[in-house]
Structure formats: C-alpha cells, structure tokens
C-alpha cells in the first residue's frame, strides 16, 4: 500500500514537500513515480525516480523545480516542488511498479500500486 501526504493550499511561488510512504518489504525494488490530474484532465505523469534511486525523469514542466527522491530506509519517497504555480493545481499520486523496461516509466498503465492522492491547490 502507498500512502501519500503533503498536499495543501499554498500560493503560487511557494514550496510544498509531498511524501509517499510504502508498506512492505520490497520498497527497494521498486521504481516510484509521481502522476497528477487536474479537474477535468487526464492522468499526466511528473516524475519517476528508479529502484536504485541514482536516475530520475521528469515532465519537462517541472524540470528545474520539483525534485524526486527517496529513502529505501524509511520506505518513503518524496517529491519536493518549488516555485509553485496555478497550473500545478492537481491531485497528485504516487505510483509503484516492479520488474518494467525503463521507456516506460512516463506510463501509467505500467505502474502495479497507486495511493489515494493528495490535493495540491495554487492560488495565483
């Protein structure tokens, strides 16, 4: 199970840490992603961090300002979002896969768990 937390309202420019934590003993090997959906939009990919923890992809609108990472130890993976802006606004998820090719990180569908979302609200 995946368990996230985080979300809230914050203005834009603002800074939000999201956090997802995992029950289970294999957190390890998995690869760990973040998705979002705003309203009336479809599920978009963020960013992905690899069971390793030494590679990360991230949608380009994010590059620069949000940060992937996680620690195995506390089966915790965490997405640090800075310079917030208006269309950040989204449920976010955090995602589990194991045992996939790296070109598909980017899609949902190869993803095994999901937790139940956090609300991320930016106000301009």
């Known amino acids: 199970q995946l368990q996230a937390s985080g979300g809230g309202l914050v203005q834009a420019g603002d800074s939000l840490r999201l956090s997802c934590a995992a029950s289970?003993?294999?957190?390890?090997?998995?690869?760990m992603a973040w998705f979002r959906q705003a309203p009336g939009k479809e599920r978009d990919f963020v960013v992905a961090?690899?069971?390793?923890?030494?590679?990360?992809y991230y949608q380009d609108s994010v590059k620069g300002r949000f940060t992937i990472s996680r620690d195995n130890a506390k089966k915790t993976v965490y997405l640090q979002m800075n310079s917030l802006k208006s269309e950040d606004t989204a449920v976010y998820y955090c995602?589990?896969?194991?045992?996939?090719?790296?070109?598909?990180?980017?899609?949902?569908?190869?993803?095994?768990?999901w937790g139940q979302g956090t609300l991320v609200t930016v106000s301009s």
């Open positions: 289970g003993r294999t957190f390890s090997s998995y690869d």
């Open positions: 961090i690899r069971s390793s923890g030494d590679t990360t």
């Open positions: 995602a589990a896969r194991i045992g996939k090719i790296l070109s598909t990180v980017r899609y949902a569908y190869t993803y095994n768990y």
